[in-house]
């Protein structure tokens, strides 16, 4: 199964941008359609943005649409999330995650389909 680390969480202002990487292990990068998914305490884990196998295909959901961008390298195995207008309702572990799944909405946004997870960063976003 494909290995994945986040990084690049912090603490930021509202207004403010951050972007997240995902580092993924082995050959097999671009087998994968990856998703980004947040999780706060008490809450279930909802999803955030998905891209797929080469990147020709995207899908955010509403809540930060037109905020933050997906995009993925093939050549450095990485998966990136760009944040920018941050609200303190995007405060969140945030985690990465890789699918084999075809790239249908109903499938991508689903935690089910999804084979491989980072452990998680932290993001905080301050009034």
């Known amino acids: 199964q494909v290995q994945l680390v986040e990084s690049g969480g912090g603490l930021v202002q509202a207004g403010g941008s951050l972007r997240l990487s995902c580092a993924a292990s082995g050959r097999t990068f671009s087998s994968y359609a990856m998703g980004w998914f947040r999780q706060t305490p008490g809450k279930e884990r909802e999803f955030v943005a998905a891209i797929s196998r080469m990147g020709g295909s995207l899908y955010y959901a509403d809540s930060v649409k037109g905020r933050f961008s997906i995009a993925r390298d093939s050549a450095k195995n990485t998966v990136y999330l760009q944040m920018n207008s941050l609200k303190p309702e995007d405060t969140a572990v945030y985690y990465c995650?890789?699918?084999?799944?075809?790239?249908?909405?109903?499938?991508?946004?689903?935690?089910?389909?999804?084979?491989?997870w980072g452990q998680g960063t932290q993001v905080t976003v301050s009034s």
């Open positions: 995650a890789a699918t084999s799944s075809p790239f249908l909405e109903g499938l991508v946004t689903t935690r089910s389909v999804y084979t491989g």
